[in-house]
């Protein structure tokens, strides 16, 4: 043994040297990550969905409800908004014209983040309650962590993300802690297309929503879930454009930055539920119809007259399955006893609901894991609900029809994929594994 002491000395430095360079090549500068991913957490008093972001010099962490329609990131500015970073682009730069905006703002308080001059006007949508306000576009850093589709990497930064400006008073309806909310709509400062184009990745980006902690990938695939189950071979069908911006507040010619896409028909078990075919199609000269993916609902939204049809079909048919219907509980209007029900890997054996796409082949499939809402220990509801006769946009596919459902936006080749199901391919949204190996 005349080895020794030196030779093993000298494998620990190596080994500790090899170490250190390899995470400092991955903290450097130069590494450039293929995709990102931020946490999509369900927040259970208001059945939003939030993420939370690392904003500003020094980092914090800023709670933002997660908007897959929304324009852009907006952030309250009003109250404790601490950044050296902070800059606002003079009206008429590059910046503002890429913003969209409009307009060119004067503030007659003392300068702070959000009351500057020259500088172009925002004006931050608050989705959930329907409230916009005028507020300024801003620039700062932000830090996102990167990931090769299974497990998280290094945080990167992006030194100059463009967000909105906004006020206290436009939080009132968030979840406790929401500081604003994250926009992940189709419009040049949406968030996915402002990280593809920090990292001249893809425009792409996928969601996996869940009652608990899920994911929002942004970039090139692939998505993994626990126990390494790699999630391809989605459906597609083309995400389509509403000219008319759905927003509480836009300019003039403003087109929507929400993601609609073309359900031509509606099933259950095959049966064809009678819809007005004029209500599914977006009405372009006024916007109304159509059907969107909605992140800022519980529940998918129907106008009435297709509610009403969707769920005297269902009832129909769970009472040929001798399913007994109970009274109501709102805001839903069919519920059961779970007496008669079996339950299966992909939830409750409930009448399957098909959306129908662009091609009698291309069919969303809604089992009972995301039909059944459990609102006692024995009464399950039909967890759709009725959005008026009035209803702007007519389906509007709410998250607890997506969760544990994949759903890819595609925004360069404005194609949508989803999954179904993750429960049927054994894994589910909360699977990401949020550990680093490194
Ligand atoms: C903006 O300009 C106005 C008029 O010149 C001035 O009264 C105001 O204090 C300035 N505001 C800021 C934030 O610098
Ligand atoms: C769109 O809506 C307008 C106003 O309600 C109506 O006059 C028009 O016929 C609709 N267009 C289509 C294609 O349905
Ligand atoms: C429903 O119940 C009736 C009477 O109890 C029975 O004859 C029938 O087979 C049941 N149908 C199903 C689908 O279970
Ligand atoms: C992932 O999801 C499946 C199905 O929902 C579950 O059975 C499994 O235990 C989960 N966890 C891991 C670590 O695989
Ligand atoms: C991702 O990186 C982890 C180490 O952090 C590694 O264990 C895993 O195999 C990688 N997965 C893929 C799909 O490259």
């Known amino acids: 043994m005349a080895s020794s002491p030196t030779t093993f000395f000298s494998v620990i430095v190596l080994f500790l040297f090899s170490l250190s360079s390899s995470s400092a090549a991955k903290t450097?500068?130069?590494?450039?990550?293929?995709?990102?991913?931020?946490?999509?957490?369900?927040?259970?008093?208001?059945?939003?969905?939030k993420t939370?972001?690392?904003?500003?010099?020094?980092?914090?962490?800023?709670?933002?409800?997660?908007?897959?329609?929304g324009r852009e990131l907006w952030v309250d500015c009003d109250k404790g908004y601490v950044s050296t970073t902070y800059r606002s682009p003079r009206c008429h730069s590059a910046v503002c014209s890429r913003a969209g905006s409009t307009s060119c703002g004067t503030c007659f308080s003392p300068p702070s983040p959000g009351c500057s001059n020259n500088t172009c006007g925002a004006i931050p949508d608050n989705s959930v309650s329907g409230w916009a306000a005028s507020g300024e576009f801003a620039i700062d850093v932000v830090s996102i962590q990167s990931t090769n589709g299974s497990n998280p990497g290094p945080f990167v930064k992006i030194p100059n993300l463009i967000f909105g400006c906004g006020s206290t008073s436009l939080l009132k309806g968030l979840a406790k802690g929401a500081v604003g909310m994250a926009g992940m709509g189709r419009h040049n400062i949406g968030l996915p297309s402002q990280f593809a184009a920090a990292f001249s990745f893809n425009r792409k980006f996928a969601v996996c929503l869940t009652s608990g902690k899920g994911v929002a990938f942004f970039g090139n695939g692939p998505y993994v879930f626990l126990p390494g189950i790699q999630i391809s071979r989605l459906q597609t069908t083309p995400l389509l454009t509403n000219p008319v911006s759905s927003a509480s507040a836009y300019s003039q010619g403003e087109k929507s930055s929400e993601y609609f896409i073309g359900v031509t028909a509606i099933k259950i078990v095959d049966k064809k539920v009678p819809i007005s075919s004029k209500l599914l199609k977006i009405n372009r000269s006024t916007g109304f119809g159509g059907t969107k993916i909605s992140s800022v609902n519980?529940?998918?939204?129907?106008?009435?007259?297709?509610?009403?049809?969707?769920?005297s079909e269902f009832v129909r048919q769970a009472a040929a399955r001798n399913i007994t219907r109970v009274a109501s509980v709102k805001p839903f209007g069919a519920c059961f006893s779970t007496k008669n029900v079996g339950?299966?890997?992909?939830?409750?054996?409930?009448?399957?609901?098909?959306?129908?796409?662009?091609?009698?082949?291309?069919?969303?499939?809604?089992?009972?894991?995301?039909?059944?809402?459990?609102?006692?220990?024995?009464?399950?509801?039909?967890?759709?609900?009725?959005?008026?006769?009035?209803?702007?946009?007519?389906?509007?596919i709410g998250g607890f029809q997506l969760e544990d459902n994949l759903v890819e936006f595609d925004l360069a080749s404005n194609r949508f994929g989803f999954s179904s199901t993750l429960l049927g391919r054994r894994t589910n949204c909360a699977n990401f594994s949020f550990t680093s190996t490194a």
């Open 28 to 49: 450097s500068s130069s590494f450039r990550p293929k995709a990102l991913i931020l946490p999509v957490t369900k927040d259970r008093s208001t059945l939003q969905y």
């Open 52 to 69: 939370v972001i690392n904003q500003r010099t020094p980092l914090v962490p800023a709670s933002l409800v997660f908007d897959l329609g």
């Open 298 to 311: 519980p529940y998918t939204v129907m106008e009435s007259s297709i509610y009403n049809s969707f769920t």
């Open 343 to 396: 339950v299966t890997r992909v939830g409750y054996a409930v009448p399957e609901i098909q959306l129908v796409l662009h091609s009698k082949d291309v069919v969303w499939r809604i089992f009972g894991a995301n039909s059944m809402v459990s609102v006692r220990d024995d009464v399950i509801c039909l967890g759709f609900v009725d959005g008026g006769v009035n209803a702007k946009t007519s389906v509007m």
